[in-house]
Nanobody
């Protein structure tokens, strides 16, 4: 019954910004779950972008997005965010949010994805 729904994707020119949201429903343990953002570009394998612990400590970022992307969460509204700045064409991908209920690196629940397209 857990549902994750991403929103906020779109098309932007290089150097622009987007903020993605992931709304969780049917998930009463959101506030104790690790959450992550992943992406998959055309013809490429899925890769991890960022992860966040239940109360925001020790966030992880892929080297390719460090200093440009910020992951955050609002546990009162069960929502995960990804602020993306200084976007580049290589950031073009479908972005997915996912939930790891016990922070064991097992992301069992996934959203449907939202498309991000960055033009040069």
């Amino acid at each position: 019954q857990v549902q994750l729904v991403e929103s906020g994707g779109g098309s932007v020119q290089a150097g622009g910004s987007l903020k993605l949201s992931c709304a969780a429903s049917g998930y009463y343990y959101f506030s104790t779950s690790c959450m992550g953002w992943f992406r998959q570009a055309p013809g490429k394998e899925r890769e991890g972008v960022a992860r966040i612990y239940p109360h925001g400590g020790d966030p992880y970022y892929a080297d390719s997005v460090k200093g440009r992307f910020t992951i955050s969460r609002n546990n009162y509204e069960n929502t995960l965010y990804l602020q993306m700045n200084s976007l580049q064409p290589e950031d073009t991908a479908i972005y997915y949010c996912a939930s790891d209920q016990d922070c064991s690196n097992n992301f069992a629940y996934w959203g449907q994805g939202t498309q991000v397209t960055v033009s040069s």
